[in-house]
Every structure is written in structure tokens, then in C-alpha cells.
């Protein structure tokens, strides 16, 4: 039994935890050593009693490793430790942080500069529209997506991220066999081939249940750069995430909405208890500081320092003019609607044009 296995028995036994686990690796050398060692070198162990000690020594009779070492390979997953360059360096500051990560998909360092996307499940199509816009924007970028895979904004956010052809991580509360919400299954086959992973510290079957989705919430809080809370009532687990930004230390960015909403008064009461206020992609961009691609680092000036694709020469043309609204910019470039505003959309991002109210549109300055 190799390192990573012993880390796989070990995540595996009830009533441990990672933060146990983590201290008996310390005082014994490792998580094979600590499923070696004797009952009474366990005892010695802060925190281990009699009956967990127990459990540890007869650890073959509670775990079936063989079994869950056959699953992890037929669903082609890898697994994540702390000794691998693609653990997100967030992580190695939580005192809770997971033992393990189960990934489908590719995890990869870039993956590290992340901003986390939450929000409510029973989502509205504002809060919809503004975690795709956002989560697009920011994918684009260059900025992996974080997120939950839930219903309602998780999903909207992770669709956004895809539809950018960026990066985007889903943390699911509860095992790759038993992906919750299973609607999400072909989503979550998009985000794995190609555009990220999703991954999980559980088991392979383990059942989703109240107590794993905020251990869930507590990794992407501390993976992430920042969370992005979208749309939340007064009382939901994106509050609870946003809490455990703050207090891991990562700026909590809000959206605001209609205060006779009820469904914005966590995002609105956030801000007015400090956090952000964000109104677009390049309010968390330009806060981070993140280290755009070549691409979209471009010096906000009339002059264009990096050759312009076709398409953006004709928009960057057709505002020769200054403010110009959606309608006269299609009308002379001759580009369909969805086209036009996708590609200034992008140009946003690239710092090339700025939007303007009424759908108004000019270059930067």
C-alpha cells in the first residue's frame, strides 16, 4: 500500500476528519504509518480516545479500499494530495483543509487563480443572466470559475465559464458515483473533457446530505481568490460561504439587486456589511490583479498596441465616431446582433471599448 492509498483508506474511516487525520500523520510519519501503527502509539495522539483508536487499528474492517480503489478506476478519476503542484494553494491555509481530492477532469495550476461563484439554487432570471455574464467575463480572462454544480446560479455560473471555452472548477457535495443534482450529469461531463474538473473530497458513493454540503462550501471559500455572491436571499448557503471568504481571509464580492426583492437582500445586505460591490467582470479583475493573458493586456489607449481579429477591426471602425449605439454599430458593420454584441463583449474584456448606458458604445479613452 502506497502513500496516496493509505490517504484513500484513511479519508475513508468515520469520525476522523482531516483535521485528526492530519495530526496523527504528523506525530506517526504519514497516513500509511498512522494504519501501522500500535493502539497505544494512537493513544498518544492528541485528540484519540479508546474507541477511535479502535477504529484506526481494525481500519481493513471499515474501509474496503480494494472496492473503492476499482471504482476511482473505472471512472477514469485521479486523485489530488497535498504533495501534488496542482493543490491550490488556498487549501494548504485552511487548518480543515480536505485530506484528499477526488478529480474527473484535469486540475491544473493555472487553476489556482479562481474566483468563487455562488448563490441561490431558487434563482431568478437576473441573478441567472448576471452569473453567466460575469462568469463568462471572467473565464475569458483568463480566471478559472468556481463553483458548486448546484442548481440555480452554480449551474449558470459553470455554463457561462464552458460557453467562454475558460476554465471551471465544480466542488460537489457528495461522491463522483452519486453526482448531485443528477440533471447536471451532462454538464458536469462538459466541464470534465476539457474546460476543468469536477472533484469531491468524498468517497466515490457517498450520498449528498446536510452535513456535506457546507464541508463542500468550505473548499470552494478556500480555493478561491474571492467568492462572487450573484443572487442570495436573507437566509442561504451562499451567505454561509461568503462568511467563510471572510473570515479565510478572501474579499467577498456582491452584485446588487432590487431591494424590494427578496430574493437580493443577502447580496445587498452584504455590501452594506462591506462587501464589494461589483457591476461588472472588470470591477474583480482590476481588484485582483490577475494576470491576464497576453491577449486581453492591452494598454487602455486609442491606439490598438496588439493586431485586432477581422471582426474587432470593423467594430473598432465603426466607433471611429465616438458614442455609438448597438443599432449603428450593426448597421454599419453589417454583423449580426448576437455577433456584435459577443465580440464587444470581448473587446470589454481587452479594455479595447467601454459600454455605455442605453447600449451605447465607445472606444476606451
Keep these: 500500500m502506497n502513500e496516496t492509498e493509505a490517504l484513500i483508506a484513511l479519508n475513508m474511516l468515520p469520525k476522523i476528519g482531516p483535521v485528526r487525520a492530519r495530526r496523527l500523520m504528523e ?9 501501522r501503527a500500535s493502539i497505544e502509539s494512537l493513544r498518544r495522539v492528541n485528540g484519540i480516545g479508546p474507541e477511535t483508536a479502535a ?7 471499515a474501509v474496503d479500499l480494494t472496492g473503492e480503489l476499482a471504482r476511482i478506476r473505472e471512472m477514469s478519476a485521479g486523485i489530488l494530495t497535498e504533495q501534488d503542484a496542482a493543490w491550490p494553494e488556498g487549501l494548504r491555509e485552511m487548518h480543515d483543509a480536505p485530506l484528499l481530492l477526488y478529480v474527473q477532469g484535469k486540475v491544473e495550476a493555472r487553476d489556482r487563480s479562481a474566483i468563487g461563484v455562488v448563490g441561490s439554487r431558487k434563482a431568478t432570471a437576473y441573478g441567472l443572466t448576471c452569473a453567466k455574464k460575469f462568469s463568462f467575463q471572467l473565464a475569458h480572462a483568463g480566471v478559472t470559475v468556481l463553483s458548486g454544480l448546484a442548481r440555480g446560479i452554480d449551474t449558470a455560473a459553470h455554463e457561462g465559464a464552458v460557453a467562454a471555452k475558460g476554465r471551471t472548477i465544480a466542488v460537489i457535495g457528495s461522491g463522483l458515483g452519486r453526482l448531485y443534482p443528477p440533471e447536471n450529469k451532462a454538464l458536469a461531463d462538459r466541464i470534465a473533457d476539457g474546460h476543468g474538473a469536477v472533484v469531491s473530497e468524498f468517497p466515490i458513493l457517498t450520498e449528498p446530505d446536510k452535513q456535506t454540503f457546507p464541508q463542500r462550501n468550505r473548499i470552494v471559500s478556500g480555493w478561491s481568490q474571492g467568492i462572487l455572491v450573484v443572487e442570495a436571499p436573507a437566509w442561504s448557503g451562499a451567505l454561509i460561504t461568503a462568511n467563510n471568504a471572510a473570515d479565510q481571509g478572501r474579499t467577498v464580492y456582491a452584485i446588487p439587486g432590487p431591494i424590494d426583492r427578496p430574493s437580493s437582500l443577502g447580496c445587498n445586505k452584504l455590501i452594506q456589511n462591506g462587501a464589494r460591490l461589483v457591476l461588472d467582470a472588470s470591477d474583480i479583475l482590476d481588484d485582483m490583479n490577475a494576470l491576464l493573458p ?3 493586456m492591452l494598454a487602455a489607449a486609442p491606439a490598438v498596441s496588439v493586431p485586432l481579429t477581422e471582426t474587432e477591426q470593423l467594430l473598432w471602425d465603426a466607433l471611429e465616431a ?16 448576437a455577433t456584435a454584441s459577443a465580440q464587444l463583449m470581448r473587446m470589454e474584456l481587452k479594455r479595447l471599448v467601454k459600454q455605455m448606458p442605453g447600449r451605447h458604445y465607445t472606444r476606451t479613452e
Design 294 to 296: 497576453l491577449s486581453v
Design 322 to 337: 465616438g458614442d455609438t449605439h448597438l443599432d449603428a454599430i450593426i448597421a454599419r458593420t453589417g454583423l449580426p446582433a
Design 55 to 61: 477504529v484506526l487499528r481494525e481500519w481493513e474492517s
Design 27 to 35: 506525530m506517526c510519519g504519514g497516513a500509511a504509518a498512522v494504519l
